[in-house]
């Protein structure tokens, strides 16, 4: 028998996370996940809400960072059992983490009109670069070369970085590949907007975009009133209460 909330929804099957900005921050804290450009860091105290929650729901990872990059965190929390792996924001699924083959031939167009740019390793259906300090509107730059090159590819700026994706990046897709309608997803940027409109409960942080913290609040997910670390712990600890509560 499928178990109800009380307000009558079917009781979530899984628990889906995304990491940077809603459970990696940049203050320090006990587990540090050295990359590129920085020092992500997860506490000690969310570790160990994120490992009870995966005790009694299946805990999936919903992320635009690479199979690499998301293996240098679980390695830090081994004992956290995660039941999947959404990388590359959808365009990449994993049931385990392995690193799989950089298909990075598909972009060579691209590679040889920026010789100067740093290409981030790692990668395997998307191109992340990052161009020198100085250069002026990188943006409008990979634009047109996008469109001179003919291809329908999709450019997502992040802070100094700049990915191409050949599609439309899309958590739900890779989401699809699991079966585990109804499920909590925690989310705090635009790229998860798919996401936390798709699933039952979204839960979100005081500093999350704004559009962010208008999805949550309609569809009556949870906002923390905490942000960073302490946002972090105020989520997962709501959402164990709502997996563990005696109307679940």
Known sequence: MIRKLSNGMSRPRA???????TILHRELA??????????????????????SISQIAPVIIATGRNASSVKKFTDQVPDIQFSGFILENGLVVRDSLYVGKNTSDKWRYVYDRVPAWES?????NCLGLIPPEQFRNPVDHIKKI??????NWYIYPEKHKIFIYPQLPDKTKGLSSFNIDPFIALGNENNDLQMLSTCSIPVTLQDSSPQIKDLVTKKNGYCSLQSSHLGTEDMLTWVYNKLHSNDS
């Open 15 to 21: 628990v889906i996370v995304d990491l940077d900005g």
């Open 30 to 51: 006990k587990f540090q996940v050295k990359g590129r450009s920085g020092v992500a860091c997860f506490s000690k105290k969310s570790s160990e809400l994120l490992l």
């Open 120 to 124: 981030l390793t790692g990668y395997e």
């Open 146 to 151: 996008v469109k001179d090159s003919g291809e």
